[in-house]
């Protein structure tokens, strides 16, 4: 079997980070439509006062999110390219939680139904844990 391309973790990775410049741009216009409707703009100083609307809480929320468990599949990723550790299981787990948080994003910035986000959320953790036990492995054995 012939070995594989160590950057291609490099990729999912890339899915990501562009994932979270579009939640930026999303939430961006959600807060600017909310002051250009009337939310009193000092609001964003300290986040005080009369709550944002609902749309615009729910983009800076997902924007948040994806500086929570994204953080441990970045690290995870490049601890994997670091060791030369990438494997095709490398890259299931990778893609396979890439494609959760893309599906559970999509959810959250439309319908934003709880149950299906919820199951988007659920398998991503479960691909995060596989990438990292598949990391673990990498580790222990290079030991």
């Given at each position: 079997?012939?070995?594989?391309?160590?950057?291609?973790?490099?990729?999912?990775?890339?899915?990501?980070?562009?994932?979270?410049?579009?939640?930026?741009?999303?939430?961006?216009?959600?807060?600017?439509?909310?002051?250009?409707?009337?939310?009193?703009?000092?609001?964003?100083?300290?986040?005080?006062?009369?709550?944002?609307?609902?749309?615009?809480?729910?983009?800076?929320?997902?924007?948040?999110?994806?500086?929570?468990?994204?953080?441990?599949?970045?690290?995870?990723?490049?601890?994997?390219?670091?060791?030369?550790?990438?494997?095709?299981?490398?890259?299931?787990?990778a893609w396979g939680f890439a494609l959760c948080r893309l599906v559970q994003s999509a959810i959250h910035m439309t319908s934003n139904a709880p149950s299906p986000r919820a199951l988007a959320f659920s398998l991503g953790v479960m691909f995060?844990?596989?990438?990292?036990?598949?990391?673990?492995?990498?580790?222990?054995?290079?030991?």
């Open positions: 079997m012939p070995a594989t391309n160590q950057t291609l973790v490099l990729l999912p990775m890339l899915a990501v980070a562009a994932l979270t410049f579009v939640a930026f741009f999303k939430m961006a216009m959600a807060r600017a439509a909310a002051v250009k409707a009337g939310h009193d703009p000092a609001f964003y100083r300290a986040h005080l006062g009369t709550p944002e609307p609902e749309a615009a809480t729910a983009a800076a929320r997902h924007w948040d999110n994806l500086f929570e468990l994204p953080t441990l599949f970045y690290a995870g990723c490049i601890t994997a390219f670091v060791l030369g550790a990438v494997g095709i299981w490398t890259l299931v787990f995060m844990l596989a990438l990292w036990i598949n990391v673990a492995i990498a580790i222990f054995t290079a030991l």
